[in-house]
């Protein structure tokens, strides 16, 4: 068992674990650590608590030690400097034309290095920008490039259901999510419809998957044919999975006709290896078939072997009359002579 503190960073949204050492901490007090980007000041979201070694993906880093009165006045002095130190990192972005989009900045603890975020839709060379800010700041300039759901995160905005994005609100880590789920769930496949103002996948597509998969147990797919009440075999056009609602087309020339998913009933059980089952035969009537296909065979051998028989004997006897026939004439020759 290993003991872990849970930390968040102002700017980011991920909780990260720390080793507490000696440290006992409650939620909503603040810690000093170490990451690749220095000593930062972190808010406990997590208070201390043991966990299974096989839990951890990785060492855990400990905890440098328990924030205090000058640490969070420093923080508050940096966060004041923030956005004027960013306008000037715009500034000098326009003035050389990059193409990348300053997003924020922030100080470390002990204002020994600022960092710049941008996004880009490219690899930026931006070592004449660095040559402006760092003598205009006096201190280390880091420039970090973040992804575009990172950067949607920061920026915020309003999704297509009306509502601020969750990545901004209440997303704690960006899980994978693949047009396979969408297609799933019946949702559009056009990626205008389905993407997020990041211009990616929207994450709300994986939030409902697993329910997804559970309502297709209780309803037929698309494409399988099923027994209505007006049609003992008619195809499946579309299905809502939340209403539990099938629509079949029980005529070629017809409208499609709405049924709910208790009403019919598949005409050949789902077999997940196949996608369309389109005869039913029963055991009966299969061993009913091979035994007529075997009679037959016999037969049509029976009859190849006969008719072999006679084309093979047939040869030979005229060949026998022939050889006979020339020796006769060849005697009658002799005797005239």
């Known amino acids: 068992m290993i ?52 839990e951890l993906s990785h060492e855990l880093k400990p905890v440098v030690r328990k924030a205090n009165d000058h640490d969070l006045v420093l923080s508050k002095k940096h966060e004041e400097q ?28 002990d204002g020994s290095k600022i960092i710049f975020y941008y996004s880009a839709d490219e690899r930026v060379d931006f070592r004449d ?51 396979k789920m969408a297609k799933e769930q019946g ?12 211009g990616k996948l929207m994450c709300c597509i994986g939030y409902e998957h697993e329910m997804y998969l559970e309502l297709k147990k209780e309803v037929p797919n698309v494409g399988q044919l099923v ?21 079949v087309q029980e005529n070629p020339d017809g409208a499609p006709v709405k049924y709910e998913a208790k009403e019919v009933s598949l005409v050949v059980p789902h077999d997940p290896n196949e996608q369309d089952a389109e005869l ?6 299969i061993i009913e078939e091979v035994e007529t296909i075997e009679e037959a065979t016999e037969n049509v051998v029976e009859t190849k072997e006969d008719k072999s028989k006679k084309k093979i004997y047939k040869p030979f006897v005229k060949n026998n009359n022939n050889n006979n026939n020339k020796k006769k004439k060849n005697k009658k020759n002799d005797n005239k002579k």
């Open 82 to 109: 923030a956005p004027e130190s960013f306008k000037i990192f715009k500034k000098y972005v326009g003035e050389l034309n990059l193409p990348m989009k300053p997003l924020y900045c922030e100080y470390t603890i």
């Open 3 to 54: 003991e872990i503190v849970g930390i968040q960073f102002k700017n980011a949204s991920r909780v990260y674990y720390f080793s507490p050492l000696e440290y006992k901490f409650q939620v909503g007090e603040y810690a000093i650590v170490e990451t690749v980007r220095g000593l930062e000041l972190g808010k406990v979201i997590i208070a201390n608590r043991m966990v299974e070694d096989d």
């Open 129 to 179: 920008l660095l040559k402006l800010l760092t003598p205009h700041f006096k201190t280390r300039v880091e420039l970090r490039q973040i992804g575009p759901r990172e950067a949607a995160r920061v920026v915020g905005g309003i999704g297509s259901c009306g509502r601020v994005i969750c990545c901004k609100t209440c997303l704690n880590n960006f899980d994978f999510v693949t047009m």
């Open 227 to 247: 027994k209505t009440p007006n049609c003992k075999c008619c195809k499946v056009i579309s299905v809502d999975y939340i209403k539990k609602i099938v629509s």
């Open 280 to 285: 039913v035969v029963s055991n009966e009537d």
């Open 187 to 198: 949702m559009s496949l056009n990626t205008n419809k389905i993407s997020g103002v990041c």
